[in-house]
C-alpha cells in the first residue's frame, strides 16, 4: 500500500514540473515573438522614416506655391485690347502686374510668353484730328515670345528711376508699347513704354528709364519709332 502511495506522489510531482516547464518554456517563447515583432517595427519606422520626411517636404513645398487662374498649362500669347485702358490702373494710369518679383525687377523670374501691343496716332489723314485726350488705339500686335531672352535682359538692364524722383519731360502724344508678359503659374507683368514724353519703362511698381541703345533695339524688335527729341 505504501508502494503504491509513493508511486502516486512521484507521478503528481513529475506531472507538476512538467506543468511548470511548459508554462516556462511558452514564457520564452512569447518573449521571443514580442522581441522579433518590436525588430521588425523598428526596421520598418527606419526604412519608412526618410520616405515620410520627403513627403512632408514636399507637401510643404507644396503649401508655398502660389496657384494662378492658369496653372499647370502651358502659357498662351495674349490678345491685345482695342485701348491700352484694360492693362493700367484707373487711379494710377500705371500698368498692373501680379507676378512674385515685380517690385523688384521690371521683367521677373522666366516668363514663358510675350506680346507686344502697339498704341498710337496714326500720320494724320483727311478729316476731323484726333484727340490727343482719348486713349490712344491698337495700331500694332504680334507675338514676340521668340525675343523673349532679349527683351527681359534689356528692359532689367535699365537705369531705374528713384521713387518721388522728380523730372521734367518733353510732350506725350499718347504712343506706347505695352508688353505682356505671361507666366506659367497663370499671372502676368505688364510693362508699359512711351515712345514719346519721358519714354519710360514701367511694370507699375518698377519704373526705368529707356536709353538710346535700348530704343533702338525695341525698335527692332517690335517694329516701333521713338522720336528723337532735341
Keep these: 500500500m505504501n508502494d503504491l502511495k509513493s508511486l502516486l506522489d512521484g507521478e503528481s510531482k513529475q506531472a507538476r514540473i512538467s506543468g511548470t516547464a511548459f508554462t516556462a518554456t511558452l514564457q520564452r517563447v512569447s518573449r521571443r515573438q514580442r522581441h522579433r515583432r518590436m525588430t521588425a517595427a523598428a526596421v520598418a519606422l527606419a526604412v519608412t522614416a526618410p520616405a515620410i520626411v520627403a513627403f512632408g517636404v514636399f507637401l510643404a513645398a507644396r503649401s508655398n506655391v502660389r496657384p494662378g487662374p492658369g496653372a499647370g498649362s502651358a502659357p498662351t500669347p495674349s490678345i491685345c ?11 494710377t494710369g500705371e500698368p498692373v502686374s501680379d507676378e512674385q ?14 506680346t507686344s501691343c502697339v498704341y498710337g496716332f496714326l500720320p ?3 478729316g476731323p484730328a484726333p484727340s490727343h485726350l482719348a486713349p490712344p488705339p491698337l495700331i500694332g500686335s504680334g507675338d514676340v ?20 524722383q522728380v523730372f521734367s519731360c518733353p510732350a506725350d502724344i499718347g504712343g506706347m508699347v505695352e508688353l505682356r508678359f505671361t507666366y506659367r503659374d497663370g499671372f502676368h507683368v505688364i510693362v508699359s513704354i512711351h515712345l ?12 526705368a528709364r529707356t ?20
Design 81 to 91: 485690347p482695342a485701348d491700352p485702358g484694360s492693362f493700367l490702373n484707373l487711379g
Design 101 to 114: 518679383g515685380a517690385s523688384a525687377l521690371l521683367v521677373p523670374g522666366r516668363p514663358e510668353a510675350v
Design 124 to 126: 494724320q489723314q483727311p
Design 145 to 164: 515670345s521668340g525675343s523673349m531672352a532679349s527683351l527681359r535682359a534689356l528692359l532689367n538692364a535699365l537705369p531705374v528711376v528713384p521713387p518721388g
Design 196 to 207: 514719346t514724353g519721358c519714354q519710360f519703362a514701367s511694370n507699375g511698381l518698377v519704373r
Design 211 to 230: 536709353t538710346v541703345h535700348t530704343q533702338t533695339v525695341l525698335a527692332r524688335l517690335l517694329g516701333v519709332r521713338f522720336p528723337i527729341h532735341p
